[in-house]
Structures are given as structure tokens and as C-alpha cells.
């Protein structure tokens, strides 16, 4: 258990690795300030007895209110935030509209980290702070009809290399966490992503997208090495709690080989090997 109350804003609790999160967390004595895009969410989170707020990460105006309403409920302080909210694209790089593509990246790359700027001061300021993200798998390794995910997943990593890098010495960890397949809504949500911007239009992808459409309607089927949201909760608090942790934690068995080949092998056999294991994007 931590030694003290000590206060963690938690983005994208509404279901999947983001509720675990927040139970989680609050069983080793945290504070939890839980945010979900959608009001309802909210409610709930607030009924389950969680401080919860709305907070919507492609709205600017959203992201300021929120970052002023979690200190006036911490009076001004902050001990971690978990960057986990995002969602899935799914479509062939080709059939992705810049509407799309911005979609995408307003959520999961520019809302938080405009999210996170607006932190930073509070934690320079108190000379500690632990800043995580979720990113995935997908910022490792690109699988085929996911492009617009993992290029801003491969941003994400990116700026934060870039950011642990430039808070070096400010008190401040700033800490990647990269899960493979995990149990969530993560396919629900990107299915009824894909039905809203891109079903029905002209593709040559079209008979790709009749597989893909089966494995993001499949709620039975699992992944291969698919495991429970628990697994990124460990991982986010051995983040939150080590004295000096990790710049990475690698989730689920797919995560660290990857990891792997993407250093051994030359490009080519690398492709050969994604190709395969997305069943050209069926899996």
C-alpha cells in the first residue's frame, strides 16, 4: 500500500484497462481522478465512488476545464497521471480521409499531450511527478488495416522519448507502457468507428474488409496471448510506485517479441512476419 493519499488522473475509465486502473489504484490507497468522454460514464464513475469528471480529449476547451477542475480538487497537487484513453481507426491506409486521420490523433496524440502540458508545471513545481502512457503493441510493430493507430501510437512514443529526455532531472518519470492484446472494448469501439466513417464505400480493400469486419464483430473470439486489463494495471503501478521506474514496461508475450524482431530482423523478413501473424489483417 503507498504511505500516503497521494492524488492519480486517470483518462479513458469507462470500461476495459481504464476501470481496472481505477479499482486498482484506489485498493492501494490512491485518490482517483477518474474521466470518460461520455456523461454517462461519468455518472457511473461518480456512483462507483470515484472523484469522476467528463473529459473529452479532442475538445481544447474540455481539456482546460479539466485540468482546472483536478486542482481545485487537489489543491494544486498531483502525483501521477495515466494517459489511457484512445481508440482504433481501423480502415486501409488508402481509404483514410484526413477527417479520419485527424479524428485519430486529436484523441490520441495532440488531446493528450495537450492534457499532459498542462500538468507538467504542477509537478515541476512540486518537484516530483510520474507521468504514464498506454501506448501498444502497435508502436512497435505496424499491422496491416490499423494505420491510422499506429502511426499515432508511433507518434506518441516518439514525443515521449523525447519528453523523458527534456524532464530529466525535474523530479519527473515519464514512463511508456506498451500492452499486446488485452481484454476490452477496444473492437467494439473501433467496429462501430469503422461502420460510422468507412462501411459501404468503394474499396479495393473491400474483400479484406469483410475478414476484418468478422474479427472486430467476434466478442467471443480471444486473441492468442491475450491477457486480463490487470496485467497493465501491475505494470502501471510498478510506474507509479518504484523509486526509479522503468522508461518501458512490455505487456503480453506478442509485445516483447516484437520488440525483439523489430531489432534482429532486416525489414523485409520483418513484414513477413507481421503479414502472418495479422492473417494479412484478419486477426
Excluded at 7 to 18: A, K, N, Q
Excluded at 102 to 127: C, D, H, K, S
Excluded at 203 to 222: C, F, G, I, P
Amino acid at each position: 500500500m503507498v504511505a500516503e493519499l497521494r492524488s492519480v488522473l486517470i483518462t479513458g475509465c469507462s470500461s476495459g484497462i481504464g476501470a481496472a486502473a481505477c479499482e486498482g489504484l484506489r485498493a492501494r490507497g490512491y485518490r482517483v481522478i477518474a474521466t470518460a468522454r461520455r456523461e454517462q460514464d461519468v455518472a457511473r464513475l461518480a456512483q462507483a465512488g470515484f472523484d469522476a469528471l467528463r473529459l473529452d480529449l479532442a475538445d481544447p476547451a474540455s481539456i482546460e476545464r479539466g485540468v482546472s477542475q483536478v486542482l481545485e480538487m487537489t489543491q494544486g497537487k498531483l502525483f501521477g497521471l495515466f494517459n489511457n484513453a484512445a481508440y482504433g481507426q481501423p480502415g486501409a491506409v488508402e481509404d483514410l480521409t484526413r477527417e479520419m486521420l485527424q479524428a485519430q490523433f486529436e484523441t490520441n496524440f495532440f488531446g493528450t499531450q495537450e492534457l499532459t502540458n498542462g500538468i507538467i508545471p504542477v509537478m515541476r513545481a512540486q518537484g516530483f511527478g510520474r507521468i504514464v502512457y498506454n501506448s501498444s503493441i502497435l508502436g512497435l510493430a505496424a499491422f496491416p488495416y490499423r494505420g491510422a493507430y499506429n502511426a499515432s501510437k508511433f507518434a506518441l512514443e516518439g514525443l515521449v522519448d523525447t519528453l523523458r529526455l527534456e524532464l530529466r532531472g525535474s523530479g519527473i518519470s515519464v514512463v511508456l507502457i506498451e500492452p499486446g492484446p488485452i481484454e476490452s472494448r477496444f473492437r467494439e469501439n473501433a467496429y462501430a468507428v469503422y461502420v460510422r466513417n468507412l462501411q459501404g464505400r468503394p474499396s479495393v480493400h473491400a474483400q479484406s474488409y469483410v475478414a476484418m469486419e468478422r474479427r472486430l464483430r467476434a466478442k467471443a473470439a480471444v486473441a492468442p496471448f491475450t491477457l486480463p486489463p490487470d496485467a497493465v494495471v501491475k505494470r502501471l503501478v510498478h510506474a507509479l510506485e518504484a523509486r526509479h521506474p522503468k522508461p518501458r514496461y512490455f505487456v503480453t508475450v506478442p509485445t516483447y517479441l516484437f520488440a525483439i524482431l523489430r531489432r534482429l530482423l532486416p525489414t523485409r523478413w520483418l513484414d513477413r512476419v507481421l503479414l502472418m501473424a495479422s492473417g494479412g489483417g484478419r486477426h
